[in-house]
């Protein structure tokens, strides 16, 4: 079975960045608290995020430079109030590890390895503006290795279906309405068998 898995994702798999790489990439600014920049970080199941300073991008921040930030300077004895003075270009690592996306994968993994980073950038070039446009990270890698077939893979790559801001919207919405009335539901059982026990 595990001979078959693997014949599957050598012949038909994705091979290059392109393929499995995440179209669209997080930015916020210099001046972002890094409380903000924890948030985005989480909300999003991201490793970095690019700084962005008047529209280009001039470094990277991410969940290993927070807390290299919060151990060096001992963050435990500062108020959770004060995060929101202390900003993304006092964190953040001065430029962006880039990769293009016409290389193997194998390749994009080695490099993380030999850079010391998580995730890679694929920048755009318009009308003398380069701007960050998708990326690949150790995340896709383990997405790569976790897949049985190439179907599961279908949301990652240049070839992936995109949905509007309104679509994602829905999505988000209707996948936490669903969180909502499991968490009630369980809650109604647990209380059901609470009332039960007292009963007997």
Known sequence: MEEDRLTVNSHAAPRLVRDLMTVGVKTCTPSTPIN??????????????????????????????????????NLRETPQSKFDEITASEVMREGVPQIPPDIPLTAAAQIMLDLNVRTLFLMHHSSGI??????????????????????????????????????????????????????????????????????V
């Open 130 to 199: 380069e701007y960050p446009a998708a990326y690949l990270s150790y995340w896709h890698i383990l997405r790569y290795l976790a897949a049985d077939s190439p179907d599961e893979l279908r949301d990652l790559g240049i070839k992936a279906q995109r949905f509007s801001p309104l679509e994602s919207f829905a999505k988000k919405r209707d996948l936490a309405r669903s969180k909502n009335v499991k968490v009630g539901i369980e809650s109604i059982s647990t209380d059901s068998k609470a009332i039960s026990k007292k009963g």
């Open 36 to 73: 903000e920049v924890a948030r985005l970080l989480i909300e999003n199941n991201l490793e970095d995020l690019i700084v962005l300073e008047e529209g280009k991008a001039i470094g990277v921040i991410g969940r290993e430079d927070l807390a290299r930030f919060f151990a060096r300077h």
